[in-house]
């Protein structure tokens, strides 16, 4: 079975057990690594792989052909995309980011989804020119003052300081804050021609496997981590792989609904039915 999913720990962690054969009854995968920009268009092209790991933001383009699993993704709280900037005078200030150049990690990620929402409450005027680089090479831009402001994922939270930036905003702040729900980053999603309910399974076995045996999956985790160190890792895990990650559940499903109305009510993405989001009995 073809799957897709990034090197980040998250990923690796909850598809280790399945990738590794130590699934009883799972087929063998064939898995490509890919930044989440990447996954995204690879699930609205024909002749994707049957399960990939994609953005919240990117499902309303690929329901009709792939379904959302209730398992395998990365929903929280404490965890939403951060903007940085290397202007400590910016630091809780969105007005700093009115007319100004900002990097984005993809333009149907849910983390620039996120953005938008927020800064058509809180940008005035809105923001300048939107530029789209892999989320690696985001700090370093913003940093070296080739963009103004980043948008920023993944294990950046932990690391953004190192880089000498300052966070202007926190997405997932705003979010919770404003709906005191958690916040929708990844989904999992499968064909709808494939039995999904086995692909669940399976990937919610994989999920229990690499919390009952953390150790196994280390070397496989580091060896896709991109230089970053165990510690951060292990963090990085911790904050993304948790109960939603083994099932969406009611919050989790309002989450999503709530993210996505909202988003197709602002027109930042086409109209969808609602019924889609759940997988098939």
Sequence with gaps: MKI???????DTFV?????????PGAPELDVKYADIDITNSLA???????VLKISYAALPWVLQEYALLPCGGALGRGCGPLVLTNNVAAANNPAALSGKKVAVPSE??????LFRLWAVQNVPGGVGEIVVMPFHEIMPAVRDGKIDAGLVIHEARFTYQTFGLTMLADMGSWWEADTGLPIPLGAIIAKRSLDL?????WIRASVEYAWAHPEVSREYVMCHAQEMSPDVADQHIGLYVNEFTADLGEKGYEAVTALLTRAAKEGLVPEFDLALLKMPE
């Design 44 to 50: 609205a092209n024909p002749g994707g792989p049957e």
């Design 15 to 23: 598809f280790h057990a399945w990738a590794h054969g130590l699934i």
């Design 197 to 201: 309910e086995a692909i669940a399974q």
């Design 108 to 113: 149907r990620s849910t983390a620039y989804l």
């Design 4 to 10: 897709a999913y990034s090197p980040c720990p998250n």
